[in-house]
C-alpha cells in the first residue's frame, strides 16, 4: 500500500515561511536538524500527508546546491511504502537508479531513500517506510 508521506518544499528561511503556512492555519508538527544531509526541516500536517520545509544548515548541502540552481520550490515527492527494503529491491532488480544504494534514517525517525530524477520522469522521489 502505497500513500504520499509528505511534499518536500526546499525553502531560504524556515523562520518566514513557517509564518506562511501558518497564516493558512496550518500548524508545525515538528521541527529538527538532520545532521547528515545538513538541513533542518519543519513538518506540517495537511490531511492524510504533510508538508515539509527544508532549509540547508550548511552552504555545501543538498538544499542549498538546490536553491543556488533553482531558487525556492518543490525539492521532492515522498511515499511511504510498508516494505522499504523489498521495494528497493523490486526496483532494483528492474534497473531503477537510486540516489544512494544506502536506506538512512531521516526526520521522526523515518527510515528513507531517494529514487534518481533519471529512473522517476524527472522527479526526485523519496521512498520511506514508518
Known amino acids: ?18 509564518a506562511f503556512y501558518e497564516q493558512l492555519g496550518l500548524r ?11 538541513v533542518r526541516v519543519a513538518m506540517l500536517p495537511v490531511g492524510e500527508s504533510r508538508i515539509e520545509l527544508l532549509e540547508a544548515t550548511a552552504d555545501d548541502s543538498p538544499i542549498a546546491r538546490f536553491l543556488a540552481k533553482r531558487g525556492e520550490g518543490l525539492h521532492h515527492i515522498s511515499l511511504r511504502v510498508a516494505d522499504l527494503e523489498g521495494t ?22 523515518h527510515r528513507y531513500v531517494f529514487v534518481h530524477p533519471a529512473s522517476a520522469g524527472g522527479v526526485l522521489l523519496e521512498l520511506c517506510e514508518g
Do not use: N, P
Request: no cysteine; net charge negative.
Open 28 to 38: 508545525v508538527e515538528s521541527e529538527e536538524v538532520i545532521e547528515h544531509e545538513k
Open 1 to 18: 500500500m502505497f500513500s504520499i508521506d509528505h511534499l518536500g518544499i526546499a525553502v531560504k528561511s524556515l523562520a518566514a515561511s513557517k
Open 88 to 109: 528497493v529491491e523490486r526496483m532494483k532488480q528492474s534497473g531503477t537508479r537510486f540516489v544512494s544504494d544506502e536506506i538512512k534514517i531521516g526526520a521522526g525517525g
